[in-house]
């Protein structure tokens, strides 16, 4: 009897094993994707700092290859992924007003199109807007604080496009 039970919990056991054991998160990604390009983020928001496409897409390069496996291919629209992006807005304005018609906050918001071309495993077109917003106190000049709230939304539009690619949301 005892051999019975321990052969059926044996059983169990052994169709709950994992097949196969790895570190690397393969997500939902298709295993044909090798390789992705990024042609240079296009500005069409009249107060965007003239540098800013060209740091976004920089750390758009730098987090889908700190997150994934794929690899930067340097000849644009080449790969499995080519990804296109326009700044659509780039905008400062007002928030929290108080007496005397005065903010006590203003808000830095960001918006990105994005055309994200598949061509492995069925050629497929993905498009995503992004739309990322910080708020900083209204007394302290933009200028000061421009950098840091960049980056931080540069972060936010990045997990944006990652989850669109890997989670497809």
């Given amino acids: 009897m005892k051999t019975i039970f321990f052969s059926c919990i044996l059983i169990l056991i052994s169709g709950c094993w994992p097949t196969s054991v790895s570190f690397q998160d393969s997500g939902s990604m298709p295993k044909e994707w090798k390789s992705y390009s990024i042609q240079l983020l296009e500005n069409n928001?009249?107060?965007?700092?003239?540098?800013?496409?060209?740091?976004?897409?920089?750390s758009l390069k730098d987090a889908i290859q700190n997150n994934s496996r794929l690899q930067l291919n340097t000849e644009i629209g080449k790969g499995e992924l080519f990804i296109k992006g326009t700044i659509t807005n780039y905008v400062v304005t007002p928030i929290a007003i108080q007496d005397g018609d005065n903010a006590a906050k203003n808000?830095?918001?960001?918006?990105?199109?994005?055309?994200?071309?598949?061509?492995?495993?069925?050629?497929?077109?993905?498009?995503?807007?992004?739309?990322?917003?910080?708020?900083?106190?209204?007394?302290?000049?933009?200028?000061?604080?421009?950098?840091?709230?960049?980056?931080?939304l540069n972060t936010q539009i990045n997990q944006d496009v990652l989850n669109k690619l890997f989670s497809n949301w």
């Fill in 107 to 152: 808000r830095l918001t960001v918006s990105v199109n994005f055309d994200i071309y598949v061509s492995e495993p069925e050629e497929d077109i993905m498009k995503m807007t992004s739309t990322r917003f910080l708020d900083y106190n209204a007394n302290t000049d933009l200028a000061f604080v421009e950098s840091t709230l960049l980056e931080e």
């Fill in 45 to 58: 928001s009249p107060n965007t700092p003239i540098s800013y496409p060209a740091r976004l897409t920089e």
